[in-house]
């Protein structure tokens, strides 16, 4: 199917896509609860030691913070967050747990 004949109505990401900028998002067009983001993130073991977790961070950042590896991710449609931090990470998995934990509560989804 050819580009010209798809006409996207939102994106699922909090803010606009930097390769999309007239296409709104969906909490833009009243939809509060259509905000769904994909994410990545480098995880260790818990028992890894503070400062080894600190060095992964600040190694992480970074290179996330490079204008080369900004640029690679926006040119497949990935924006970078704001805070790449570790503590960022974790608050998001924290509100996406929450969040996924509560519609397989009320979807009465089971997993085998």
């Given at each position: 199917m050819s580009r010209d004949k798809i006409k996207p109505i939102a994106v699922s990401s909090p803010t606009r896509?930097?390769?999309t900028p007239d296409v709104p998002t969906?909490?833009?067009l009243g939809y509060d609860g259509m905000t769904i983001q994909s994410?990545?993130?480098l995880v260790a073991p818990a028992s890894t030691p503070k400062d080894g977790q600190k060095k992964l961070s600040d190694a992480l950042t970074k290179v996330m913070q490079s204008e080369s590896v900004k640029q690679r991710l926006a040119s497949v449609g990935m924006?970078?967050?704001p805070d790449t931090s570790?503590?960022?990470l974790q608050?998001?998995?924290t509100q996406d747990f929450a969040r996924w934990?509560?519609?397989v509560q009320r979807g009465g989804i089971t997993f085998n």
């Open positions: 896509q930097a390769n969906f909490q833009e994410w990545s993130g924006n970078l967050p570790a503590d960022a608050a998001l998995l934990a509560d519609v």
